[in-house]
């Protein structure tokens, strides 16, 4: 076996420990910056200007949930967007944004069919839903070549892990789907979309709560034994671990939150969870912790967890805590 591919495989074999799938020296805190400003040593957001396309006819893709969906061109790169709304709805609906699971954390994501599962449940409950793919996704990474694995983490970075992707999502929807209402406006994710679902909660003022479930909140130290090897492919990728991290900005995260893990998750450890709830306590009152003793890392989400966070985004349309 050659160099190069033990060394990926340590990699690999890293984020597939570090995050989740499809069903398929510590350091403090940054303070949040003023008024939304981006901090000091913060990768700044991409402010390309994108051309929104219209979205495809609508289509009934299941009983009682309509489907639509538009590409993006980000810097030449497309991003595909999905949209759902209940077929039945009336007025103004809350948006549920969801990016897509199964990330290594170090290169993007694309959408597929074993996504939906996570989005149904949102629509059938009465909510909007819309979901984005990130840059820098990488097909067949445990036989990709390295320029194609080295281009894809230079791509997250520039996207910072996900983070523009969401925006120009949201401010897609908002502009092409009237029926959404800007100021109900959640985020939700598994395993690593919930990391990034935390991210953007930290840094979108538009998202008013968050669902993460098994989410991976400590990205440094999940793919600390793979740093040293993507620095060297990529310099200056520690710090762009360190920025994609949601513990890293827990001081901004104000809205209110459910952190959702079962306690037999083999694939993302309970603990992610509960520390960062810990850590977020003292800033935020608005924090629930919800474990439950088994359903393993991707059933628990689907049997209980996304039940529990439409729950609280029922609460907070209507006020309540």
Avoid at 44 to 62: G, K, N
Avoid at 64 to 80: C, H, N, S, W, Y
Avoid at 191 to 200: E, F, I, K, R
Avoid at 245 to 259: N, Q
Wanted: hydrophobic letters at 45%; charged letters at 20%; glycine letters at 8%.
């Amino acid at each position: 076996m050659s160099r190069r591919v033990v060394v990926w495989s340590a990699v690999l074999l890293t984020a597939a420990v570090a995050v989740g799938c499809k069903k398929k020296p510590p350091q403090a805190p940054a303070p949040p910056p003023v008024d939304g400003a981006v901090a000091p040593g913060e990768p700044q957001p991409d402010t390309t200007p994108v051309a929104f396309p219209e979205l495809s006819p609508a289509r009934l893709i299941e009983p009682g949930v309509r489907f639509q969906e538009a590409t993006l061109q980000r810097g030449g790169r497309p991003m595909k967007v999905w949209y759902y709304w209940p077929e039945m709805a009336t007025g103004k609906l809350p948006l549920v944004l969801i990016p897509p699971a199964g990330s290594t954390l170090f290169v993007g994501m694309e959408l597929a069919d074993g996504d939906r599962a996570e989005h149904y449940p949102y629509a059938r409950s009465g909510f909007a839903v819309a979901s984005f793919e990130i840059d820098g996704h990488v097909a067949n990474m445990d036989s990709a070549p390295d320029g194609a694995i080295v281009r894809g983490g230079r791509e997250f970075r520039a996207s910072r892990a996900g983070l523009d992707n969401a925006k120009v999502a949201l401010d897609f929807i908002l502009a092409k789907a009237p029926a959404v209402d800007a100021e109900r406006v959640y985020v939700a994710g598994h395993s690593s979309a919930g990391t990034l679902a935390l991210l953007v909660a930290e840094h979108e003022p538009r998202v008013k709560a968050c669902a993460a479930y098994a989410a991976v909140t400590d990205v440094e130290a999940r793919l600390a034994p793979a740093t040293a090897h993507l620095d060297r492919a990529i310099p200056g990728f520690s710090d762009f671990i360190r920025f994609s991290s949601p513990k890293t900005h827990a001081a901004r995260l104000k809205c209110p939150v459910l952190l959702f893990h079962a306690r037999n998750d083999s694939t993302v450890p309970v603990g992610e969870s509960t520390n960062f709830a810990a850590q977020l306590k003292p800033t935020n009152p608005h924090v629930s912790l919800v474990t439950v003793p088994t359903g393993g890392h991707y059933d628990s989400m689907i049997r209980e967890g996304i039940p529990k966070g439409i729950a609280l985004f029922r609460q907070v349309q209507t006020g309540a805590r």
